[in-house]
């Protein structure tokens, strides 16, 4: 079982910046495949970014030069920041890890990204 935690969302003027970080339990976080999804209201889940054990990056287009996601294995962490933020990006952002050879995935909490124009 693993457990995340996010933390960071929060109400944001159009142009401005987040930062979110999600906390995971367990001793082999980092073998874990770690994602950033989001969801809109009347909209479906979708992939925002994320990052394999090898340190490899994938985002979606809509977020290209403008997020970017880390981690940090030594603190289990991993961490999306979010620049020029517009009012497209408002959704409920969920911290993910995929355990590839389990093909497992957990899930967090979610924390409400809110962005004014």
């Known amino acids: 079982q693993v457990q995340l935690v996010e933390s960071g969302g929060g109400l944001v003027l159009a142009g401005g910046s987040l930062r979110l970080s999600c906390a995971a339990s367990?001793?082999?976080?980092?073998?874990?495949?770690m994602g950033w999804y989001r969801q809109a209201p009347g909209k479906q889940r979708e992939l925002v970014a994320d990052?394999?054990?090898?340190?490899?990056?994938n985002y979606a287009d809509s977020v290209k030069g403008r997020f970017t996601i880390s981690r940090d294995n030594a603190k289990n962490t991993v961490t999306l920041q979010m620049n020029s933020l517009n009012p497209e990006d408002t959704a409920v952002y969920y911290c993910?890890?995929?355990?590839?050879?389990?093909?497992?995935?957990?899930w967090g909490q979610g924390t409400q990204v809110t962005v004014s124009s």
């Open positions: 993910n890890a995929f355990i590839s050879h389990l093909v497992i995935n957990y």
């Open positions: 367990g001793s082999r976080f980092s073998i874990y495949t």
């Open positions: 990052i394999n054990s090898g340190g490899n990056k």
